[in-house]
């Protein structure tokens, strides 16, 4: 039996559902009233399967049933999208988790342009579109065999997708003068909170692999997923977490007022370039507090997240106070983030010589305990490094251990030939040999892909 706290839920879904059609027949689907429905239709749907995994509707003469008790909301969108569905013959929708936001955009296409087919045109062209999580009429349940943590990573892709959007949104409203849209962005916020409950390895996965994009704004999401990380691993509750990847989604803002061609150089900048840079916390403190509904921590983490635990760093201060603790959890994710964003021409440094450098910062830059429990959440060699192992195998970091972050889980991917594994599987680096009593496999270090050795596709989410 499903919870009433399910119920409502779902009954928020068919609402969006229903409100996301409207806006297709009035606006058209590449309109921004559809496309911000859709993002919220998406988030709605998130939140029914993330404790649930899968669910469905039906349709009756004149109502929408979850569980065999009708809705009974009689709304003008409500009452025109059943008309809709008999309209189409769709009578049971079904709703797997695992659902992606492509899918429901298909699926809302489909439903909402589709000319009279009845049930089966629509079956056929979900499946045409490769729609396997949402079914109408009589389709059976998916294949959901196996696939999970690479279905993840696809789920993974699209939060980085949603998230760019949003700060495109952002960014051009602070150069057209607009107002930022604060809902989209605590929205946001939310949904990559409830991914990195369910999707951990796959984001960090992904953290990793889009490390070298150019655009900025991968940046400001690895750093909101990392302050997420680490503040939830602190034991802050759901509200302060929020406010804080709020706050890491917007730290560099301000660069958005900094000319593209200094923040893009190539070469050394000079110093009067980089006065300008050093602007930056300063110009993004003033953007957030002229949206007071972005809240007051995210001007301060703007302003502060240059700072230095010994009180050094950049903007100066008028006073002295303490950088706050949501500068500081900031802080560590944003220089952590950007290390390992080096290109080649600047260096490009190995997950473990980032450690070591940021260790060597330790109560200078950072607070040691803070830096301390960053690296147990990430791990020396975090999910989606290369790693050699003394056995010669080579593998994927997937996922970090607390316990030793020298040992993460890995997937070995090419054996001690070099030559690729025919079913790659998952070892835990504290698997010990019987005979000698050692560790099975130890990392020497990790490896930067090449053509020959590289991330496998499926955790590329392409
Ligand atoms: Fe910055």
Known sequence: MFEEKTRSKVGIFVFELARTGQLYYLYGRDSDPARKSLTKLFYSLEEVLFSEKVFQLDVSAEEISFEGLPYGDISKEITHFIEVLKGLGVLRMTFFRGVSKNDISGFVNVLFSAPAEGAQGIESRLEKLGIKKIAVGSIGPADQAGRELVDSVKLAKETYHIGREILDDVESAVLGGRKIDAESARDYVDSLMRNLISNKSALLILAA?????????????????????????????????????????????????????????????????????????VYGARVILANPDLGTLPALVAFEHHLRHDGLGYPGRAFSTDQSLASMIVSIADVYDAMRSRRAYAGEMAPEKIYDEMMKMSGKNFNADLLDNFFRIVGIYPPGTLVETDTGEIGLSVNASIVDKRRPHVELLYGSDKNPIDEPRIVSLFEKDPESGGYKRTILHSLIPTKKIGVPERYRGE
């Open 209 to 281: 692999v889009k490390c070298h994009d150019e655009h900025s704004h991968i940046h400001n999401i690895n750093v909101a997923i990392f302050s997420i990380l680490e503040s939830e691993a602190l034991g802050l509750d759901q509200d302060n977490l929020r406010e804080i990847a709020l706050a890491a989604l917007f730290h560099d803002i301000g660069k958005i007022l900094v000319p593209s061609g200094i923040l893009k150089k190539e070469s050394a900048l000079s110093d009067e370039e980089f006065n300008i840079v050093k602007k930056h916390p």
